[in-house]
């Protein structure tokens, strides 16, 4: 019987992945080898697959074939739909017809196996053996939702980039889920391609970037709800002014693929207002590309990957901006961007103290195991206490001794209070947040407050 691995891919970044992987030996032999792209766009329609991104082309070669998951389930979204149970026979063996796979073994090597499309894919291939691989900072974190018999007992590992050396990601531990490192060579060596057949394939889109420039990393926060469009904008204004308080005089802004055009003028008025020059790169290129092309002097973001690969993958110094707020508005406490907000607020300096910027080295592993570890394993059993009981105790003694006015952020006194833990709301206020009355008087007061203001 024919062998067949099917990689599921969304990003160019995680395709990267999955090419580091291949090279650096990860899986076993196959007959074919088939990529797997999904477009999970809010409106695909309208938006470039990653095999239509800058320099896939590099990394086309690792497999025999290519199909489009989007258009086996057309007029179906990938992000929000799965197969009925009564249904995964048929479309396997539509999916089968359509793949020509007749009766191959398959295998599946999927990302973000908590959420479509790669539980779909996972369940119209019932009995495949799946091997998940992480393409950013969320795999340090828990897993988010319950996966089912027919998911968590047939994953057998996790792959993923050593963006923190010493940390152990919580992803899948709780089904005794191994993690192995995609060696960070095999993945430096994949986004060289990368960049190389970027320029090969319509000239070299960085040509105009400075070499040594600081670069500012946009996330369209404002579009997740985290954070109001007037906020945002002084966030990236935030990362202009600390980067010419740290002497940059040239500064690239890099903003996210779908933030509005006219967003980038605040920018390019408060840089020339600091007397820095401003280039906004709007080719969807990797910010890893631009590292390797343009080799910028700083990287300056919010919580955003590529913080840490510049850290981690290129010895690039990094700031962020923009966290403690964070921490505090994500909804509800179990929100999967938690840990990665928690890993840079943690570890990356801010970008507003120059002298702690100038003055930051990345932390050894061993470091990382002493300080970081146990606050990661902390906020991770805070945010799934149901799915990590075996960490309460470790938890709660990390609470018992180290909440401070610095590790306050990183928790939520009703969550604590939820869980019976260590900085819990005292037992004689518990009433309090669920009493009508006080919550009326709060917001009456909140009410004269804001009146009186403005």
């Not at 531990?173 to 960049?195: I, M, N, W």
């Not at 890893?288 to 343009?294: A, D, N, Q």
């Not at 018992?400 to 939520?412: G, I, M, Q, R, V």
Request: charged share 20%; with cysteine; aromatic share 6%.
């Amino acid at each position: 019987m024919a062998r067949t691995q099917l990689f599921l891919a969304s990003t160019l970044y995680g395709a990267a992945t999955l090419a580091a992987a291949l090279d650096a030996g990860c899986f076993e032999a196959a007959d074919r080898r088939i990529l797997v792209v999904s477009n999970n766009a809010a409106v695909p329609e309208i938006t470039p697959p990653l095999d239509e991104g800058p320099g896939f082309a590099a990394l086309r070669t690792r497999f025999d074939d290519m199909v489009s998951w989007n258009e086996a389930i057309h007029p179906l979204h990938p992000g929000g739909w799965s197969p009925r149970a009564d249904d995964v026979p048929i479309w396997e063996r539509y999916i089968r017809s359509l793949w020509g796979l007749a009766d191959d073994s398959i295998e599946l090597i999927v990302e973000s196996i908590q959420v479509e499309p790669a539980l779909a894919v996972a369940a119209v291939f019932q009995g495949a053996p799946i091997t998940v691989y992480a393409d950013g900072l969320m795999s340090y974190g828990p897993t988010r939702n319950k996966l089912g018999a027919l998911v968590d007992t047939r994953i057998d590992r996790l792959l993923h980039l050593d963006l923190v050396p010493g940390l152990v990601p919580l992803l899948l531990s709780e089904h005794g889920v191994g993690a192995e490192v995609v060696p960070t060579e095999d993945f430096t060596k994949v986004l060289a391609e990368v960049a190389e057949a970027s320029a090969d394939a319509g000239g070299d889109s960085l040509a105009d970037v400075p070499q040594g420039a600081a670069l500012l990393l946009g996330q369209y926060l404002s579009a997740l709800g985290l954070l109001t469009a007037a906020e945002e904008e002084e966030l990236h204004l935030e990362m202009v002014r600390g980067a010419a308080a740290l002497g940059h005089k040239e500064i690239v802004f890099k903003p996210h693929p779908t933030a509005p055009v006219h967003w980038t003028e605040p920018i390019r008025a408060e840089a020339a207002r600091l007397g820095c020059r401003l280039t906004v790169l709007n080719t969807p290129v990797l910010a890893e590309v631009v590292y390797v092309k343009s080799r910028p002097a700083l990287v300056v973001g919010c919580f955003s990957t590529a913080l840490l690969t510049a850290s981690a993958l290129y010895g690039i110094p990094v700031a962020r901006t923009g966290t403690k707020l964070l921490l505090e508005r994500l909804t509800p406490y179990q929100n999967s961007n938690r840990v990665p907000v928690t890993i840079v607020h943690a570890l990356l300096p801010d970008v507003t103290d120059a002298a702690a910027v100038r003055a930051w080295r990345s932390p050894t592993p061993q470091a990382v195991a002493a300080d970081l570890t146990p606050l990661v394993r902390t906020v991770g059993y805070c945010m799934q206490a149901q799915a990590y009981p075996h960490l309460r105790d470790e938890a709660a003694a990390w609470l018992s001794t180290n909440l401070t006015a610095d590790t306050w952020p990183y928790f939520k006194r009703r969550r604590l209070t939820s869980l019976a833990m260590p900085g819990a709301i005292p037992s004689k206020l518990a009433f309090v947040p669920r009493n009508r009355t006080v919550r009326r008087v709060a917001r009456r007061a909140r009410a004269f407050k804001k009146a009186a203001l403005g």
